[in-house]
């Protein structure tokens, strides 16, 4: 392996993030979504719950080799996983507590348990209304000795959570791989006439449990769940970064799963950007540089959105003149869309934060500010050549569940 790793910068940002599921770190909706659906299977089953809260900062092995995925899986790649060193990421999946955990289980195994395993995860993702690089994720697994668990207490499982976390809302469950599970399902509801997807589950693989040591009678269903997603969902919130939000007006609406009050409208703020990156760059990979450089001012981000790609060489001269753009690279034209939760924001700070997010993604030779300020230098050491990703397709990572 060799892929790039975060600096301790990024990582001690990363790490400060607050973890909404845990109720040390203070009370929000996210732990009654997360209690709604774990109370609900305890009652079911009449069996205890393990809960498991660790570091994020995991293990390659946990998060990926022990849970089935391929060696050479697009899941593991630079452009969705944030590695902290050759042996150790920021876990992408809740799933990733779920191996450690085993293995102390098996030294005394359970003749019936809940595994519940919450946490903030880490991902590269693009930005937009309903999407986050560090959301929040439970995995709730069942381990049982005996009669081996099946497709039909998976249904009851589905069934069950579905009444505990959306009451009164149509599911449908279809079927979805997953590389740590048999016969996996992926469970949707319907909102407004739109399908939304909340989770993912299936039977545990038998290879999952034997490898940590637990005995051939040992089976359990596995289930995990998108949390933020479903305090939107239970609040009627369409906007991810209000459950974050540090205004109190917001703020006190997070404690609790009542119907969400809007507390002002402020209009957005489109900055258009055209700038040049590498060819392989994709919207996922930008997102989480744009975050990156901003900061706490991230949160004044709506939207990043794509609004076209063009190659390099298919530019007319001029513009590859003006971009500064070379061989190996494409012109992006993006769309910053602005807008703050608690006020509405200047022109000079629209202009500020279209600078820096120009600043973070821009590869050309060529640059230049909104801000009427004095053009911007070029990348360190003048070399405008791309930064290349560790692979040059673009498939979608087999992730397991990637929890939405």
Known sequence: MNHPMMGAAALARALAVRDLTDPAQGPHAVQRVLGAAAN??????????IVERASPIVSIADNYDRLGYPPDGA????????????????????????????RRLAAAPPRDA???CPGVVYRRDAIDRLH?????????????????????ELAEM???????????????????????????RQIDVRIRGEWIEIGECGLAAPEVLR??????????????LGLDRLVMIAKGLDDIRL??????????????????????????VRRDLSVAVAAEATAEALGDRVREALGDRAADVEAVELLSETPAAALPPAARERLGISAGQKNVLLRLVLRALDRN????????????????????????????????????????????????????????FHHP
């Open 40 to 49: 609900a299977l305890i009652a079911a089953w009449s069996c205890p719950a």
């Open 211 to 224: 490898d940590a040591g637990l005995p051939t009678d040992a089976s359990g269903l596995a289930m995990g």
């Open 345 to 400: 924001l200047t022109a000079p700070e629209a202009n500020a934060l279209r600078d820096a997010v120009y600043a973070a993604i821009h590869q050309g030779s060529a640059r230049e500010r909104a801000s009427g300020a004095p053009p911007l230098p070029p990348p360190a050491g003048g070399d405008a050549r791309p930064r290349r990703a560790a692979r040059t397709e673009r498939p979608a990572p087999a992730r397991g």
């Open 243 to 268: 459950l974050r939000a540090a205004d109190p007006r917001i703020a006190a609406q997070m404690l609790d799963l009542a119907p969400w009050r809007p507390v002002s409208r402020h209009p957005p």
């Open 75 to 102: 899941a593991r790649d630079a452009r969705y996983t944030r590695y902290v060193s050759e042996t150790h990421l920021l876990r992408t999946q809740t799933s990733a507590l779920v191996p450690p955990l085993l």
């Open 158 to 184: 589905i069934a069950t959570v579905a009444r505990a976390i959306v009451p009164g809302l149509t599911v449908t469950v279809a079927q979805s791989a997953h590389p740590y599970t048999r016969e996996g």
């Open 114 to 116: 809940l595994l519940v």
């Open 132 to 152: 986050v690089g560090e959301p929040h994720q439970v995995d709730l697994w069942r381990v049982r000795r005996g009669a081996p668990l099946g497709v039909r």
